[in-house]
T-cell receptor, first 116, second 111 residues
Framework: DAGVIQSPRHEVTEMGQEVTLRCKPI?????LFWYRQTMMRGLELLIY????????DSGMPEDRFSAKMPNASFSTLKIQPSEPRDSAVYFC??????????????FGPGTRLTVT | SQELEQSPQSLIVQEGKNLTINCTSS?????LYWYKQKYGEGLIFLMM?????EEKSHEKITAKLDEKKQQSSLHITASQPSHAGIYLC???????????FGTGTRLKVLA
């Protein structure tokens, strides 16, 4: 398996524009997580899905952020409108059906977002 | 809410030196994970500890979980430049399906 795939790897956009980040989890994994990493706040969980259903979105900063998982192999994180403070590295991670205290997450390479 | 604190926040060591990174939880841990992140890349799983007093090793990296399961340490023996990066501890929050991560430790190894 190619691992968790994220696109784009880098995104530079102007304030006010819509940004869409994409993630393809590892085949067969039934949990998908979106994280944001900044120097100030470290690695923060934004939202996670189980079997394509959003379970907890309490980490989503505000209404400008939305995430979807239309099927088991694809998820998007959208920011509309984007702001400079959204600049960060966004990671997607997935876990297989044996998930629990015994399982580790597999991370994608991340999308580095810069909002000017 | 459960939090994970790591210390030190950053570390610069000379190649060949030993070092230790600590991770302390505000509540009992039911599984503690260590990850390594190279600058600009994703996280790579190192090892997981579950039982109090458990110790695991991989190459020159050893991780331990204390008996009370509230503190873990990561020890690197004879550090090399390839060990440089950010080390993060992570844990499953009991009663939820959330993972939380520590604040991270940035390690630099001077050749």
């Amino acid at each position: 398996d190619a691992g968790v795939i994220q696109s784009p790897r880098h995104e530079v956009t102007e304030m006010g524009q819509e940004v869409t980040l994409r993630c393809k989890p590892i085949s067969g994994h039934d949990y998908l997580f979106w994280y944001r990493q900044t120097m100030m706040r470290g690695l923060e969980l934004l939202i996670y899905f189980n079997n394509n259903v959003p379970i907890d979105d309490s980490g989503m900063p505000e209404d400008r952020f939305s995430a979807k998982m239309p099927n088991a192999s694809f998820s998007t994180l959208k920011i509309q409108p984007s702001e400079p403070r959204d600049s960060a590295v966004y990671f997607c991670a997935s876990i297989g059906v044996s998930w629990g205290p015994m399982s580790e997450q597999y991370f994608g390479p991340g999308t580095r977002l810069t909002v000017t | 809410s459960q939090e994970l604190e790591q210390s030190p926040q950053s570390l610069i060591v000379q190649e060949g030196k030993n070092l230790t990174i600590n991770c302390t939880s505000s509540k009992t841990l039911y599984g503690l994970y260590w990850y390594k992140q190279k600058y600009g890349e994703g996280l790579i799983f190192l090892m997981m500890l579950q039982k109090g007093g458990e110790e695991k090793s991989h190459e020159k990296i050893t991780a331990k979980l204390d008996e009370k399961k509230q503190q873990s340490s990561l020890h690197i023996t004879a550090s090399q430049p390839s060990h440089a990066g950010i080390y993060l501890c992570g844990a499953f929050v009991p009663g939820t399906y959330k993972y939380i991560f520590g604040t991270g430790t940035r390690l630099k190894v001077l050749a």
